[in-house]
């Protein structure tokens, strides 16, 4: 089963200067690849497509289906790449890998932390860095969360939470070789207060100065009696 369907046409020709005019036609190139397959070169409805892409985060990591138009029929597939306008930041080109809800994948879920209003190290003063804003986890393809929710109800003011420490679902494993940290709860850095200056010194430093000023006096009057 999907959560979204996705209407595609078959892609004739193929270059950059097809692609183009396709862009301005309004439609969004992409292609189908994996699953001993052919390379399938498809075209989406670019308004579609990327309103879904901006509304939904969830459709990074959902089985798609996108039905090419003609003799191609259903393909199950995942969303693999973007390539994104440098300029405008929209999207340019997709790339989709098929797979099947056995399938074991790879993909990167976005972090959302919880509680974060009753945790006990900010409720302390502390703030909260989170340091891993996704992760790349392998599970199954019908079985990928939309994110990996970490939930900060218990964590304490200077507590550092890495990965061994995130409970994940059934059936899913951040494969790791270092147990890095996701997020920290620390007291915010105060700014450091400027050095008082001793006044001891500095009343020494001015009883130098005008003894230096008087000697100078003395030694300027006596060359003029001479």
């Known amino acids: ?62 089985m798609l289906e996108v039905k090419v138009k003609g003799k ?12 994104w306008d440098s300029i405008y930041d929209t999207p340019m080109h997709l790339d989709f890998f098929r797979v099947s809800g056995s399938d074991s994948v790879t993909v990167a879920v976005p972090v959302h932390t919880i509680n974060v209003d009753t945790c006990p190290g900010v409720k302390a003063g502390g703030q909260l860095s989170v340091i891993r804003h ?5 599970c199954r393809a019908d079985a990928i969360p939309d994110q990996i929710e970490v939930d900060c109800a218990n964590f304490e003011l200077d507590q550092i939470v890495h990965i061994d420490d995130i409970e994940l679902p059934d059936g899913m494993e951040v494969v790791h070789d270092v147990n890095f940290t996701i997020l920290s709860i620390v007291e915010p850095k105060r700014m ?10 500095t009343d020494g430093a001015e009883g130098d100065e005008a003894s230096t000023d008087e000697a100078a006096k003395d030694s300027s009057e006596g060359d003029k009696e001479e």
């Open 134 to 138: 996704e992760l790349e986890v392998t």
């Open 192 to 201: 450091e207060e400027p050095e008082t200056v001793d006044e001891a010194a």
């Open 72 to 83: 191609r029929g259903k393909n199950t597939v995942l969303l693999k790449d973007t390539q």
């Open 1 to 62: 089963m999907t959560d979204y369907v996705l209407e595609a046409e078959l892609r004739e020709d193929l270059g950059r200067g097809n692609t183009r005019r396709l862009r301005k036609a309004g439609k969004l190139p992409a292609i189908i690849y994996g699953g001993d397959k052919p390379d399938l070169p498809i075209t989406l409805d670019y308004n579609e497509v990327a309103k879904i892409m901006l509304r939904d985060e969830a459709f990074y990591t959902s």
